[in-house]
């Protein structure tokens, strides 16, 4: 039931990365001079999805302290490795972007990492 946490971590996590990924991409890039960048800024802080995957952060914090409550730092934290592989499938997916051999292989030796760590004792 614990390990509810830190699945709570890495599900918000995950959705706050991808909404902002998702509604920063349709404002385009950042401007170069510093009054349109704090206006480009605020302006991102006004979209309800935005506030939503900013939230999903903090929701997310949430879910880390009670893990932190339950588990030792080094056994909890190598879990959140698993972000990197559901953020890199669902960008593949919805945003189209690369998918390499390089990167593949980098996913896959973060989730054999993830394997031997979660099998050590606490």
Known sequence: ??????LGTILFTVYGQIILKWRI?????????LKEKVFFLFHLLLDPFIISGLVSAFIASLFWMMAMTKFELSYAYPFMGLTYAIVF????????EAFTTYKMVGILL???GIYVLSRSPN
């Open 1 to 6: 039931m614990e390990h509810l946490y830190i």
């Open 25 to 33: 991409g349709s404002y385009g890039t950042l401007p170069l001079d």
């Open 89 to 96: 499938a669902i960008a593949i997916y919805l945003f189209g």
């Open 110 to 112: 973060i989730m054999s």
